[in-house]
């Protein structure tokens, strides 16, 4: 009872939350998938499955998927561009890692400012939405260190 009052207040207070949540389960439910911002689907075989533990699995799914793979999207775009962008102008540099949302990237240190602001601005033209894309640049010897 504690845990759904707390679900309730959520939606109360932010209630196009539950709006999108709604609208795109129904669309799942009469498209068959769902799609990113940019187009790429996702397609769920079990969102009208009789059995119900499978059907309620593909609407989370499918509630899920389009924010999750748009997120992805946006990061494998701004790879594309920073790598055509470093292997022409700075090849020293190395993009090594991706983890989640973030890019690691080995840089000679004295070569640090001179791509910092680079990389920032291809990472926020990575996509064009309602809302600016926000991107935070660490430094430091090793992943943890740039935390």
Known sequence: AQAQHYIDLYFQRYPGVKDYMDRTRTQAHSQGYVE???GRRLYLPEINSRNAQRRQYAERTAINAPMQGTAADIIKRAMIV????????????????????????EVPA????????GIISRMRAAASL???LEVEVGVGDNWNEAH
Do not use: Y
């Not at 540099?93 to 890019?103: A, K």
């Open 36 to 38: 990113t911002v940019f």
């Open 82 to 105: 920073l790598d055509q962008w470093l292997t022409a102008e700075h090849p020293q540099v190395r993009m090594v890692l991706q983890v989640h949302d973030e890019l690691v990237f």
């Open 110 to 117: 004295d070569a640090v400012d001179a791509v910092r602001d």
């Open 130 to 132: 309602a809302v600016a």
